[in-house]
C-alpha cells in the first residue's frame, strides 16, 4: 500500500482530533464525589476477582446487571490501578473519541460535538451513557452512509449499521430500543436489503451476537433485575430529557431544584430564554437545510430512528414505574448536534445568518457546559462527605439512621476498610434503627423524594433533633447528645 500525502494528512488530523477530544474530556471530568448511580458500578469494579465481580452484581441487583460490557470494562479498568473518582470516570474518554471520529466527516462536528453540555456532562459520569453517546454517533454515520446515493446496488453501511445496532445493544437494555429504532430507519431507506440473500448471509454473524445478548437480557429480566423507579414517566421528565440534551442544563437551577419544583426555573429565564432561541434557532436552521437537501424517504427513515425508540421508551415509562429522561435518550444526541453543525456549514440564502446564530449558539452550549462543570449548584449529591460522617459516627458507637442508597457508603468504607468494614455497615441498610428515639445520626438523601409532601423536619424537631450539617443532596440531623 503505497501511502500518499493525503493519507497522511488524514491520520494527522485524526490523531489531532483524537488527542484535542482526550484533552476536552479530561478537562470535563470531576473529582466530584459519587452519587447514587454511580455507587454501584463503582463498588463492583473494586471486586478482586471475576467471579467476585459476578457475585456482587447478582447479589445487589439493579439495572446495574443490564450494562454488562460497560460494567465489565469498568472491572477491567479498575484493575488497572483506577480507583477514585476520577480515574475511573476517565474509563469514558475512550467513548469521547469514538463520538468524535464516527462523525469526523461531518464539516464542524468535532466542534458542535466538544462544546455539547450534555455530551461534556455524561463523559463525567460513571454510567454507559457516554457509550451509548458514541454508539448514537456511529448509528448517525452508518443512516448517512445507506442513504448515500453512491451504492444502490450494494450493502455500503451495513456492517457499520450492525455493529452501532450491536454497541447500542450491548451498552443497556435500554440501548437495544435504539438499535430496534436504527434497523426500522435503515429499512426504511433500503428496503430491497432484506430480499436479497447477501443481506443475510452478511448479518448472520452479527445476529449470532444479538441473540446472545437478548438472551442475557431475558436472564437478567427474569432474576427481577431493573431500573430502580421513585417516580413514573410523564411528558413533562420527558420534556426535562429534551431540556437537557439541547444544552440548557447549564443554565437553569441544578438538577435537585428543577425536579423539586419549576418555579426554580424562574429566576433563571432570562439567561435560558435567549439561549433557547439561539441553539434552537441553529438546529432549525440546519433541520430545514437538511430536508430541503433530502429525499422523502430519507427523511421518513432518519425520523422513525430518533423518534420510534422514543414514543417506545415513553410508553415503557408510562406503563411501569420508569421516569424517562435525558440520559435514556443519549443515542439521539446527533439529531440534536449534527442540525447545528449542518447550520454552521451554511449554503444558499440564508448562509450567514444560519452561521451567527449557530456560532451563538456554540458559546451558550460551551458557557452552559463550563457552567455545569464547576458551579456548585450542578453538584452532585455528596454521598463522601455523607459517607464519611456515617462512618464516623459508627467509629464513635453512634447509632446512625442512613436514608440513603448504600452503594456508595461500600465503596467508601471498602477503600478505608476493604469487605470487613463493607460488611461492617450493612446493617444500615439491613437493620437500621426501629424509630427516631434509637438514632444519634439521621442522615437523608434528597429528602424531597424521600419525605415527598410530608413535613419531616417538623418531626425531627419535636423529637429534639437538630440539623448541623447541609450540603449538597444531603441533610444531617443529630440528637446533640
Known amino acids: 500500500m503505497i501511502e500518499t500525502p493525503g493519507f497522511k494528512r488524514q491520520i494527522f488530523k485524526t490523531v489531532l482530533l483524537a488527542l484535542a477530544s482526550l484533552a476536552v474530556g479530561a478537562a470535563f471530568i470531576s473529582r466530584q464525589s459519587f452519587w447514587m448511580d454511580e455507587g454501584g458500578p463503582a463498588f463492583k469494579s473494586l471486586m478482586p476477582t471475576l467471579k467476585d465481580w459476578w457475585f456482587m452484581s447478582m447479589r445487589l441487583g439493579g439495572s446495574d446487571p443490564q450494562m454488562p ?24 474518554l475512550p467513548w469521547l473519541v469514538l463520538t468524535v471520529l464516527a462523525l469526523k466527516r461531518v464539516r464542524f462536528w468535532p466542534l458542535v460535538c466538544l462544546t455539547s ?39 455500503n453501511g451495513l456492517h457499520l449499521t450492525a455493529g452501532a445496532s450491536l454497541l447500542l445493544s450491548c451498552s443497556s437494555l435500554t440501548g437495544a430500543v435504539w438499535a430496534l429504532g436504527l434497523w426500522v430507519g435503515v429499512l426504511i431507506l433500503k428496503p430491497k436489503w432484506i430480499c436479497q440473500g447477501g443481506f443475510w448471509s452478511q448479518i448472520i454473524p452479527w445476529a449470532l451476537g444479538a441473540l446472545v445478548i437478548g438472551a442475557y437480557y431475558g436472564f437478567t429480566l427474569l432474576q427481577g433485575f ?173 447509632s446512625v439512621w442512613w436514608q440513603a442508597d448504600m452503594n456508595c457508603m461500600r465503596y467508601y468504607a471498602y477503600l478505608k476498610g476493604g469487605m470487613p468494614l463493607v460488611l461492617a455497615v450493612q446493617h444500615l441498610e439491613s437493620d437500621p434503627p426501629a424509630n427516631l ?36 443532596g444531603f441533610e444531617v440531623w443529630t440528637t446533640g447528645f
Request: charged letters at 15%; one cysteine or more; aromatic letters at 10%.
Open 69 to 92: 460490557v460497560y460494567m465489565f470494562l469498568l472491572w477491567i479498568w479498575e484493575k488497572f490501578g483506577a480507583t477514585s473518582e476520577y480515574a475511573m470516570r476517565a474509563v469514558n
Open 117 to 155: 453540555p450534555f455530551v461534556l456532562y455524561y463523559v463525567g459520569e460513571l454510567r454507559p451513557y457516554a457509550m451509548q453517546i458514541a454508539a448514537g454517533a456511529m448509528a448517525a454515520a452508518a443512516l448517512i452512509k445507506v442513504g448515500s446515493r453512491s451504492d444502490e446496488n450494494g450493502f
Open 226 to 398: 431493573r431500573a430502580a423507579g421513585m417516580q413514573s414517566s410523564s411528558i413533562l421528565s420527558v420534556f426535562f430529557g429534551f431540556y437537557e440534551m439541547i444544552g440548557l442544563l447549564g443554565w437553569g437551577p441544578g438538577k435537585n431544584e428543577l425536579r423539586d419544583s419549576l418555579k426554580s426555573t424562574v429566576p433563571f429565564l432570562p439567561l435560558l430564554v435567549p439561549a433557547f432561541i439561539c441553539i434552537f434557532g441553529a438546529w432549525l436552521a440546519g433541520i430545514l437545510g437538511w430536508v430541503k437537501q433530502s429525499s422523502t424517504r430519507t427523511i421518513i427513515g432518519v425520523t422513525c430512528a430518533v423518534l420510534l425508540p422514543v414514543i417506545i421508551l415513553s410508553a415503557i415509562g408510562l406503563a411501569m414505574n420508569f421516569r424517562v429522561l435525558g440520559r435514556h435518550l443519549s443515542p439521539a444526541i446527533p439529531a440534536v448536534l449534527l442540525p447545528i453543525a449542518l447550520s454552521l456549514a451554511g449554503s444558499g440564502r440564508w448562509k450567514t445568518p444560519g452561521r451567527v446564530v449557530s456560532v451563538l449558539a456554540i458559546c451558550m452550549s460551551l458557557v452552559s457546559a463550563i457552567t455545569l462543570r464547576i458551579s456548585e449548584r450542578h453538584a452532585r449529591d455528596d454521598f463522601h462527605t455523607a459517607s464519611t460522617l456515617a462512618l464516623d459516627a459508627l467509629e464513635r458507637h453512634k
Open 437 to 472: 428515639l434509637m438514632a444519634d445520626y439521621v442522615i437523608i438523601n434528597r429528602p424531597d423524594l424521600r419525605y415527598r409532601g410530608a413535613d419531616y423536619q417538623k418531626e425531627l424537631l419535636q423529637n429534639s433533633y437538630k440539623q448541623t450539617h447541609r450540603f449538597t
